[in-house]
């Protein structure tokens, strides 16, 4: 892993994704390392280096303390392009001194994140008065999680992690994006009452978008599960009922047990 310290010239840019209004990302590059990420395509870096560098933005809550005051508060998004409790998060806490500014300068922000290391941070995320907090789930199977997001924590870490952060009255919500596609339709109401028991109040999904790149490496990454790669196959290129139906079950559990989705 090549880790740079580097200096940033500007912290909060627009934002492309719905719902944010600004993004902040502390890092360029993200451990977590995850096969189908589209970040590599946004920030132009080859696919074969992403999870092998992270360039760490140390001036980055100095940069943000001057351009909060040049703003009017607006939802600042964290983070569009890496994720912002990485391992390196616990050296460098370039997420929490930014939320310290942002808490400060009481603008509303949004996390998303893979890594129950947002829990160091509820004392200042417990602060906000608008607050949203999702935790990433793209699949319940620990195996596969493995191969396609091989340095991001596990997923019954991420579930405790959800917990934890409902049970603190958080405005939370599992994010099923990219689900991937080996969930059954008649395994649906089981993944669910997975997701469901953590408290979240909504639930977000995305299918596996294949942006240029991303289906070589998830076809490389899964080349000796033959039979995981076949069905993802057919699921991304020949079948396209299958994200439409698996969301219309998603959705419709979500509603008869009063959960948002989205
Ligand atoms: S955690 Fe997010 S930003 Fe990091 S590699 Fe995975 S998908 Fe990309």
Request: charged share 25%; with cysteine; net charge positive.
């Amino acid at each position: 892993m090549k880790i740079s310290e580097t200096a940033c010239k500007s912290a909060l840019s627009r934002s492309g994704i719905y719902g944010w209004e600004l993004v902040l990302n502390p890092y360029r590059g993200c451990m977590h390392g995850c096969v189908y990420c589209y970040a590599p395509n946004i920030i132009r870096r080859p696919r074969a280096s992403w999870g092998h560098f992270v360039d760490i933005k140390k001036n980055i809550p100095n940069i943000l303390a001057k351009e909060l005051k040049r703003r009017s508060p607006a939802l600042v998004g964290l983070s569009s392009v890496t994720d912002p409790y990485q391992e390196l998060e616990e050296k460098y806490k370039l997420t929490r001194y930014c939320l310290e500014q942002l808490l400060k300068n009481k603008f509303p922000v949004s996390i998303i994140t893979k890594s129950p290391l947002i829990l160091r941070d509820l004392d200042i995320i417990s602060k906000f008065s608008h607050s949203e907090i999702g935790i990433t789930i793209t699949t319940l199977d620990e195996r596969l999680s493995s191969i396609l997001e091989p340095g991001a924590p596990a997923i019954t870490k991420r579930l405790d992690g959800l917990t934890k952060l409902s049970n603190e009255g958080l405005n939370t919500y599992a994010f099923l994006g990219p689900l991937l596609p080996t969930l059954e339709p008649e395994h649906v109401t089981e993944f669910l009452d997975r997701i469901l028991a953590t408290g979240v109040k909504s639930v977000m999904v995305d299918p596996l978008n294949l942006k240029p790149g991303i289906w070589p490496a998830v076809e490389t990454a899964l080349r000796d599960h033959p039979n995981i790669k076949t069905l993802f196959y057919e699921r991304l290129f020949v079948d396209k009922e299958y994200y439409p139906k698996i969301f219309k079950l998603i959705r419709t559990e979500c509603m008869e047990r009063g959960v948002k989705f989205e």
